[in-house]
């Protein structure tokens, strides 16, 4: 058993027979009363953000999550298989657990996944990765102008926003975390 002092952000909590990860947190010590650690946890499995207040010394149960590296290989119908780095097993996870990763997510590509007693719970991808454009509309001469945004297939299938300029066969930097266009990557 560990204690509200052992909260950090990343740390994985056993809350109701769930996991829950600690994706923010702040310890308050009010000017009347005892202090408390306000948290932001995330389920690892549903995604779902909730909002949780522990007071300050409270009993917390805490889960031990390995990371490991695997390389994606291919979607087998809906599944999608890994191959573990480490020893070249390969591991099939199915889209629940994969989340939104297949939006920026290449065969061959390496990514982390987190482990519990072996069970895999979620892919984790680097904060960016570099797409190709497949598709978007061509700009009109004079959308040099910053500010104006267009719709624009990347190579995976998803569909970001990029500036009006872009074209297609562009390699752009992709946010992983909410699909938002970074820049442009010259070769």
Request: hydrophobic share 35%.
């Amino acid at each position: 058993m560990a204690s509200t002092a052992d909260i950090r952000n990343g740390v994985v909590l056993n809350m109701d027979g769930q996991l829950w990860t600690v994706i923010d947190f702040q310890h308050v010590k009010p000017g009347k009363g005892g202090a408390f650690v306000r948290t932001k946890v995330k389920n690892v499995m549903s995604g779902k953000v909730v909002d949780r207040t522990f007071n300050a010394g409270a009993k917390i149960e805490t889960e031990t999550v390995d990371r490991a590296d695997f390389q994606y290989l291919y979607k087998d119908g809906d599944n999608y298989v890994f191959m573990d780095l480490g020893n070249y097993d390969q591991i099939t996870l199915s889209p629940a657990n994969v989340g939104d990763a297949p939006n920026f997510m290449l065969e061959n590509q390496n990514v982390t996944i987190a482990l519990h007693n072996g069970d895999p719970l979620y892919v984790e991808l680097p904060a960016s990765v570099v797409l190709e454009i497949t598709y978007t509309e061509p700009g009109l001469q004079g959308d040099r102008s910053t500010g104006g945004t267009k719709p624009a297939t990347v190579e995976t299938g998803y569909e970001i926003q990029v500036p009006l300029f872009l074209e297609q066969g562009t390699k752009v930097k992709v946010d992983t975390r909410d699909g938002s266009y970074l820049g442009r990557v010259n070769d």
